[in-house]
């Protein structure tokens, strides 16, 4: 294999490497952001958990748009995956959630390490890369 050859190899990995990082980060992203939900969800079941039965509240219906309610009785439905939903009291709701909450940020653990890892053979990579331009560039 010639040094050309080499050297539009190790820049062929570069960019999938680069890709391969940018794909990690939105994925990073969207963890957060299940994160950031869980965490509103838990405040919100503990204000809930404050009401009386057939109090008034305002019911979120999202972009910033509220609806009058009531809390009608003690219970949440929770969507427990595939479109089933069930109802459960509100520490049974948390407790949940927290289970959840353990899963996602295991599952952010694991994708920061991935992270790092291609970060690692990015930095790898980068010195060969610079290496073989400077010595075509020697070359003429």
Same mark, same amino acid.
């Given at each position: ?39 509103t969800t838990e405040h919100a079941l503990n204000e809930v958990g404050r009401f ?33 939903? /069930?109802? =459960? +009291? @509100? !520490? ?5 959630? #927290?289970?959840?909450?353990? %899963? ?13 890892? /291609?970060? =690692? +053979? @990015? !930095? ?5 890369? #610079?290496?073989?331009?400077? %010595?075509?560039?020697?070359r003429g």
């Open positions: 294999m010639s040094e050309n050859e080499k050297g539009q190899g190790k820049i062929i990995m570069y960019q999938i490497l680069q890709a391969e990082l940018e794909e990690l980060k939105r994925h990073a992203l969207l963890v957060e952001n299940r994160l950031l939900d869980i965490e009386k039965k057939d109090n008034e509240t305002l019911v979120p219906l999202g972009s910033g748009c509220y609806a009058h309610g009531s809390i009608l009785g003690s219970g949440v439905l929770l969507d427990i995956g595939a479109g089933l939903m /069930v109802t =459960k +009291n @509100i !520490n049974s709701a948390k407790s949940f959630l #927290e289970d959840r909450k353990e %899963e996602i940020e295991e599952a952010r653990k694991k994708i920061h390490l991935q992270m790092n890892e /291609v970060v =690692k +053979n @990015i !930095n790898k990579i980068i010195p060969e890369i #610079e290496k073989i331009v400077r %010595e075509s560039q020697k």
